[in-house]
């Protein structure tokens, strides 16, 4: 893994970052929270990508993939749930991250769902309302010689 460099940040600490996480992730307020999922409110964070996926809905290449996250210890009550584990781990609960990536590799939506949700459940949920999606797993194309 290699550092990034972020243009005009040297002044910037950590705790700046873990500021800016926490107005992410605050709620909403009631009347926003149609479409929230039973585990975690709609915040911040969901406002910001809902603009940005509004404005790229006309994309004519983007990318979508899926990873999981496993708990160690304490943690993972609300997300955590035993599941297909990519890595390995089918003794850990662990959460679902999928994210929808445009032409460039930008992101322009992430969800993080339970343990148990599979992958075409994600996408559905992070592209609902699109349009047509056509999405082939790695599996599929490496078995195809792609």
């Known amino acids: 893994m290699r550092d990034q460099a972020i243009p005009d940040a040297e002044g910037l600490a950590l705790h700046h970052f873990y500021r ?3 107005w992410l992730a605050e709620a909403l307020a009631d009347s926003e929270q149609a479409g929230a999922t039973p585990f975690s409110p709609r915040c911040t964070k969901d406002r910001i990508e809902e603009a940005l996926f509004a404005r790229c809905r ?6 979508f993939g899926t990873t999981s996250l496993y708990f160690e210890g304490e943690g993972g009550e609300s997300l955590g ?10 003794d850990l609960k662990q959460m679902v991250v999928g994210a929808v990536l445009d032409a460039e590799g930008h992101p322009v939506r992430c969800e993080l769902r339970p343990g148990n949700t599979t992958d075409v459940t994600t996408l559905s949920r992070c592209w609902s309302g699109s349009g047509r999606v056509s999405a082939s797993p790695r599996s599929a194309s490496s078995r195809a010689g792609g």
Do not use: E, I, N
Request: with cysteine; net charge positive; proline share 5%.
């Open 81 to 90: 749930q035993y599941g297909h584990s990519k890595d390995h781990r089918p």
């Open 20 to 22: 800016a996480m926490v």
């Open 58 to 63: 006309t994309l004519s290449l983007c990318f």
